[in-house]
């Protein structure tokens, strides 16, 4: 699971007549919603457990799409608050960027910020996957739009409480050789040494710098695949061209609600980056943005509206990949937390 709001409860969902993963009939509409395992029934696993490999499950699909997330990044910062065409293109693409940064920071390079992405991925989803199941017990989710304002409100609280490591993770991937670099660099020594600097330099409250860029991102991403998702598999479910291969099918839906994600959560996301790399003056002040609202503005009227969709190919690439991996990682976890018990 990402930082996008959805549980892998959710993910696994039955369809209203047929479930894409295990293909048992489903409850009666009006019932609640039981989750299908990928690979056979859902075991039971202790709750804390289930949210500890939740979060590992993403953190393991992290190692494999960070380099999307390092390309976005600079993607994103490239041509900061500049006129197109007034500046150096370092990268003009996924794949070119993906190639330029591993031929000139090397392969290392492609996994920068990787410790503090890990650190983020596992405190947020412990904080949203619990807070998911709290408002599960609760019966929240099943009123009517109640599963939807869960997920946002769940997710929004685990990127609140993961912030200093989304900016961290930001900073560091921001980081190149002087030949390719984009946005300001802020030349950390890692990821010990960047919690140290921000926290000496601007206090406690430096440390959640951005974080009113990166609850916005996250409720619109959480809404967007909510409403994509689910649907989308129960469509290609019901047209059984592929009832044969289930994976096939998450894979699909994730792709599809992949295009409704990236193309409404990107301009957050850019703004999200914009406002933890940004540098800071004497007062703690950012020196480019004061807010949420003025960067947006000041994105607009310097780069025009398609500036806020800048690095729009790998959060799409990122996201059907991520999807499907924390799903697998998670659900062979809980199997063999099953055998260990």
Request: hydrophobic share 45%.
């Amino acid at each position: 699971m990402d930082h996008s709001g959805m549980t892998s409860a959710q993910l696994l969902k039955t369809s209203p007549k047929e479930s894409a993963f295990c293909g048992q009939p489903s409850h009666r509409m009006g019932s609640p919603a039981v989750p299908c395992n990928v690979l056979g029934p859902p075991p039971a696993v202790w709750p804390p457990l289930d949210f500890v490999l939740g979060a590992l499950a993403c953190c393991a699909a992290c190692v494999f799409t960070n380099p999307l997330e390092v390309v976005k990044t600079r993607l994103q910062l490239q041509g900061e608050l500049r006129v197109r065409g007034s500046y150096h293109i370092h990268y003009r693409g996924v794949l070119q960027a993906l190639w330029v940064v591993g031929r000139t920071d090397g392969l290392r390079g492609l996994q920068k910020g990787l410790s503090a992405g890990l650190i983020y991925q596992g405190v947020m989803n412990g904080v949203r996957l619990g807070s998911y199941s709290w408002c599960e017990a609760l019966g929240i989710t099943a009123v009517h739009g109640g599963s939807l304002l869960s997920g946002a409100g769940a997710g929004a609280l685990g990127a609140f409480i993961a912030s200093p490591a989304y900016l961290v993770k930001t900073h560091l991937q921001a980081q190149s050789a002087d030949a390719i670099a984009v946005g300001h660099q802020h030349n950390h020594l890692g990821v010990s040494d960047a919690f140290v600097t921000i926290y000496r330099r601007d206090g406690l409250s430096g440390l959640w710098r951005g974080v009113n860029g990166a609850v916005p991102r996250v409720m619109v991403g959480s809404a967007a695949q909510l409403a994509t998702f689910t649907s989308a598999k129960d469509g290609v479910s019901h047209s059984q061209w592929f009832s044969a291969n289930a994976w096939l099918t998450a894979l699909i839906a994730a792709t599809i609600s992949g295009v409704a994600v990236a193309i409404t959560m990107t301009p957050f996301d850019v703004i999200s980056t914009r406002l933890y790399n940004q540098p800071v003056d004497e007062f703690r002040k950012g020196r480019l943005y004061h807010g949420f609202t003025d960067c947006l503005m000041k994105v607009c009227q310097a780069e025009g509206p398609l500036g806020l969709y800048k690095g729009m190919g790998p959060v799409f690439l990122r996201l059907a990949p991520h999807t499907v991996l924390s799903m697998l990682f998670w659900d062979l976890m809980r199997q063999q937390a099953v055998k260990d018990e």
